[in-house]
């Protein structure tokens, strides 16, 4: 089990319905905490009352707001049950070897936040699904489907023989993205911290595309780019009606 901390990332784990046991601080008065407490009576989740001490060990000084739970590892699907339940057109990510777990919560935020059918991320050169990647996501990531495979490349051409058009997104490719045509079936490929996508992934994608910059800095974060990334395709899909 995975230790989540702070008010919302409890109450969103709550919500999704992988919680073990929810522990609170003594004294808390936060009506917040309350809601926490109703919602675990509700779903049968036991709870105990904790000193704060005892609070601040767990989550290694972390700020946890008076209430930690411990959750089930993220369960995660197979990418073809994301490519056979999405929506329509259609929204998944690859995420290519991001390493770090809080970019990788960051990404599978803004994700679900853009309402994306999945995830799908590979089972090496990845971050678990750990605490951190939950608590970074702000508990988005108990709600959002996660894939993990063996092979990112296989991946990648089940989901073009399903119809879906694959943008890669690199610093060095002179094409911008708003340029690309996200309103059909669309998956967006983001790649690690620093070394961005591999060859062989690149070179699977039909289309690849930048975000042009004006700073002296090369490129945006990964989970900042996958922000922006999200936001052209719902505002092109607003705009198409």
């Given amino acids: 089990m995975s230790i989540v901390f702070g008010i919302h990332p ?17 004294g808390q008065k936060n009506p917040r905490i309350r809601e926490i407490l109703d919602l675990s009576r509700q779903k049968h989740v036991p709870v105990s ?30 990418a073809g049950d994301i490519i056979s339940n999405a929506a329509t057109p259609g929204l998944v990510l690859v995420l290519d070897g991001i390493e770090d ?8 935020r803004s994700a679900e936040v853009a309402g994306a059918d999945g995830a799908i991320i590979p089972q090496r050169r990845s971050a678990p699904l750990s605490a951190a990647a939950v608590k ?5 990531a108990s ?8 092979n ?9 023989e399903a119809g879906y058009w694959i943008t890669g997104f690199d610093a060095a490719a002179g094409r911008p993205l708003w340029e690309i045509d996200f309103t059909g079936p669309t998956v ?13 992934v690149k070179e699977k994608c039909d289309f690849l595309a930048s975000i042009p910059v004006r700073g002296r800095v090369a490129s945006y974060n990964v989970s900042v ?3 922006i990334a999200l936001y052209e395709v719902l505002r092109q899909r607003k705009k198409q009606g």
């Fill in 49 to 78: 009352i904790e000193e704060h001490e005892w609070l601040d060990r767990k989550s290694a000084g972390g700020r946890h707001q008076g209430v930690l739970c411990y959750v089930a590892e993220m369960p995660t699907i197979a």
């Fill in 143 to 150: 709600h959002l489907k996660v894939a993990r495979v063996t």
């Fill in 188 to 200: 967006l490929v983001l790649g690690g911290e620093g070394s961005g996508l591999h060859r062989l």
């Fill in 101 to 108: 777990p809080h970019n990788l919560g960051a990404v599978l």
């Fill in 136 to 140: 970074a996501s702000a508990g988005a």
């Fill in 225 to 227: 780019a996958a922000g």
């Fill in 152 to 160: 990112i490349l296989r991946e990648i051409e089940q989901l073009k």
């Fill in 10 to 26: 409890v109450l969103e784990a709550l919500q999704a319905g992988n919680v073990e046991k929810v522990c609170v601080g003594r």
